[in-house]
């Protein structure tokens, strides 16, 4: 059973630059949540969606966005990056709304932001 | 807000020791607590869910309780192995995400 998969893996940008990541849940999961990880702010919610439909954000300005398909794959797009940015982003995917269902997290995309 | 602590921050052990993960929660209104792995570079391996009715749950070498009245939650390991050592967090649900500790960081010698 394939696990969650993320792409890309790596990638640098520049500031001002914009980037879209791509994440595949497990087959069967409609729930798709993000997160950011950085050494000073640790793990924090960016968002989740569920059957296409965002439920819920977290205190991340707008321009961190995202969306899912039909087919439950989810994409997070970041414009107007900065240096703060560059961070490790994971996404996770559950059978349900994340509040009852184990979250299975995917190897994370490694963004840097020169 | 939720507020999660992890202490320590690092621990080394020899292996072959029994250890004790701290976690602790400032919002007794939750879900379900996660403990989850992390090996550097990479990115979470869930090793146990406890949901908010329970008290503990066990996989293995390993065994989580959780005390919600006490804000408390704590990852027994036992006869560790070099193979345990990464990073250790724990995570509340609170019906709205995951709110993650800052983690323990194991090192388990040889």
């Known amino acids: 059973k394939a696990g969650v998969t993320q792409t890309p893996r790596y990638l640098i940008k520049t500031r001002g630059q914009q980037v879209t990541l791509s994440c595949s849940p497990i087959s069967g999961h409609r729930s798709v949540s993000w997160y950011q990880q950085t050494p000073g702010q640790g793990l924090q919610f960016l968002f989740e969606y569920f059957s296409e439909t965002q439920r819920n954000k977290g205190n991340f300005p707008g321009r961190f966005s995202g969306r899912q398909f039909s087919n439950s794959r989810s994409e997070m797009n970041v414009s107007t990056l900065e240096l703060g940015d560059s961070a490790l982003y994971l996404c996770a995917s559950s059978l349900a709304p994340s509040g009852a269902n184990v979250l299975t997290f995917g190897a994370g995309s490694r963004l840097t932001v020169l | 807000k939720q507020e999660v602590t992890q202490i320590p921050a690092a621990l080394s052990v020899p292996e072959g020791e029994n250890l004790v993960l701290n976690c602790s929660f400032t919002?007794?209104?939750?879900?379900?607590l996660q403990w989850f792995r992390q090996d550097p570079g990479k990115g979470l391996t869930s090793l146990l869910l406890?949901?908010?009715?329970?008290r503990e749950q066990t996989s293995g070498r390993l065994n989580a309780s959780l005390d919600k009245s006490s804000g408390r939650s704590t990852l027994y390991i036992a006869a560790s192995q070099p193979g345990d050592s990464a990073t250790y967090l724990c995570a509340v649900h609170s019906g709205y995400a995951l709110n993650f500790g800052k983690g323990t960081s194991l090192l388990v010698t040889p």
């Open positions: 919002d007794s209104a939750i879900y379900n």
């Open positions: 406890i949901q908010s009715s329970q």
